[in-house]
């Protein structure tokens, strides 16, 4: 830019002074430069950097952390699993049209907003996310004050902690960009990139990693707050505790299937029966009847399976309950997405023998010991000549048939998670909330292995005459496996991490390997240096916690010694996990429940007394808060 030549001629100004009309310009000089200054430096961060948001005695954060907070605030309200069950009846928008700003999104107009931002009501989101944002950091400084009179500091281990959530944050950030644009380059965005699109412009690295600092080490004072609690928990407060609330600690293992009938879906066929012009209107009595029929046929079948006890046959007569209703659908959709011609198809009589060829070889593969993925390739060729269950089948119909197989499999393993319900804990229920009939039946101390009962509601429940009422009809059976228990054997100290990749998962079990003796801080050291996903210390660990058989017979096998780790991956659904063992516990499994849940307790008590002692010390920029996410 050249320089801008100011002219020496003095010039007559109406009175005003020629030393005051060289100030002015002077200043409107000053004022360009200044804002073009703050163009630069906005784009910078700076002035956001010099910008204190809230601030404690000894500690602060700026503008620039408080939108790691803010955006931290904002992803853990949109990833818990309150907000993903609840998200189509929650009035904030977070889908495709998330354009519209946080502070235009008005609580109050999703049916569940109320359990979204309690006494938030006419509030905005952007009011809502600010409030938690602010809690959050209230806490993290009071904990912060906490560690400075604990003469806590953060050392080589946390440093080097924090280095790797950075990592795992930046490999986060690229690839949530990459999934909204499948754009490869976003896998190679710089961290300096990442941040900038995540936090905001002008929200550094530096930023990220000061409010990780601090939010470390609150870490550290909560740590030493929780472990000075727990070593205060008796065993005689446990059995206390324990003996006042059984309820709440004590376990069920049942089995239950739900049958239901809708008035409008057997409207729905019958009318489909008569012919396309027929109308509800004109045949109610028809329809009535095939209601009535479909409800004496649920009540059967209820009645039939509440007398199986049996864990397996009560499996496997509910899902042969749930092909026979679901096999039809399934078999139609399929061959419509196949875009099966019915010239491929063979006869009726034949379709019917596959039928029961293919539901018997699922449950075969269902209840297998070892069971595994489903074999598919059920269709055998002979000679040219393509044959299914005994039944010769042309090679179209037979593709077909391994993708209905496939469909069905699925479906059998979802709804098999439903029948058996393993530990089964008792329901937290709302103080204005009834305790349900189901609830009642299944945590009564009466109960015995093999009771069984049927609870039906709606139309023609508890033997009414079916009238056209609720338009609907439920009968759930339930079967008690095991009666309310504790889990008695003893609980285990050792880690894990899990990966999301095997040939990651198993470059790491290489390194242990190299290690020749393992520690549980070399173990998660080398989960750290490995790029796991998640890695953690496993104290008081019990059977079930990580929902692997084949875990917890490793991490409680009798030979199994300190120092000892999987000396392979471990498959968990979609998930690679490598374990490590450090020692037998001291406490039950159920001991450990209890004292969790006081130490859970105990810990939100001292965390408020903690809170309360150093408020008089915070202080928060309201209208630097308000800036947050806009």
Known sequence: ????????????????????????????????????????????????????AIKSENYSINENMMSYFFQSAYSEFTSSTTYTTFKSNCSLNTGSNKGLPLDEQVIGGGTYDYLMAPDHDGKTWHEFFVS??????????????????????????????????LESLFATIKYSIYMQSYDQQALYL????????????????????????????????EDSVRDQLGAAITADRILA?????????????????SFTVKYDQ????????????????????????????????????????????????????????????????????????????????PTAENIAKIKDGMIAKLFEEL?????????????????????????????EYGKFLNSLKSSLYSDLIYEEEYVF??????????????????????????????????????DGAKGAEVKVDKKSYKSDVYCIVKPRYVDETIVRHGAYMIFTSADTAKKALEELKKLGSVTLESFLEVAANSGAGNY????????????????????????????????????????YVLGYFEEVGTLKAWEANVKNALLTEDLTEETARINKTYAPTIEVKTNVMNRLGK
């Not at 941040?195 to 600092?213: M, P, R, T």
């Open 1 to 52: 830019m050249g320089k801008m030549k100011i002219s020496n001629n003095k010039r007559k100004t109406n009175g005003m002074p020629t030393w005051l009309l060289s100030l002015i310009i002077v200043a409107v000089l000053v004022a360009v430069v200044v804002a073009c200054l703050s163009t630069v430096i906005g784009s910078w961060g700076i002035i956001p950097r010099l910008t204190t």
């Open 132 to 165: 938690k944002t602010e809690e959050k950091a209230k806490t993290v400084l009071s904990y912060c004050e906490e560690a400075r009179a604990r003469n806590l500091s953060l050392g080589a281990t946390e440093t080097a902690e924090l280095e790797k959530e």
């Open 190 to 221: 710089s961290d300096k990139e990442c941040v900038s699109y995540y936090f905001g412009k002008g929200v550094s690295v530096a930023d990220i990693e000061d409010a990780l600092e601090l939010i470390t080490l609150a870490g550290m004072a």
């Open 241 to 257: 505790e324990y003996t006042e609330n059984a309820k709440k600690y004590d376990y069920v293992d049942y089995l239950n299937y």
């Open 266 to 345: 057997v409207s729905k066929d019958v009318l489909a029966g008569i012919g396309e012009d027929a109308k509800a209107e004109d045949h109610e009595a028809e329809i009535l009847e095939a209601y009535k029929a479909e409800i004496a046929k649920t009540i059967q079948r209820a009645e039939a399976l509440s007398k199986i006890t049996d864990k397996k046959e009560f499996i496997k007569q509910a899902l042969t309950y749930f092909l026979e209703d679901e096999y039809e659908d399934t078999y139609s959709s399929v061959k419509e997405k196949e875009k099966l011609d019915d010239a491929k198809c």
């Open 367 to 395: 209840l297998a010991e070892d069971r595994k993925d489903t074999s598919v390739d059920d269709v055998e060729e002979k000679e040219e000549k393509f044959y299914a269950y005994g039944v010769e089948v042309t090679k």
């Open 421 to 458: 319900s393993e530990k089964s804990t008792y329901p937290t229920l709302a103080e204005d909330e009834e305790e349900k009939e189901n609830i009642k039946w299944l945590y009564d101390s009466a109960r015995k292995e093999g009771d069984s009962v049927i609870i039906d509601e709606g």
């Open 536 to 575: 953690t210390e496993l104290e008081n660990y019990a059977k079930g916690q990580i929902g692997s058989d084949k875990f917890d017979e490793w991490m409680y096998d009798d030979s199994r010694k300190k120092g000892d780790y999987t000396d392979e991956v471990i498959t968990i659904s979609s998930s």
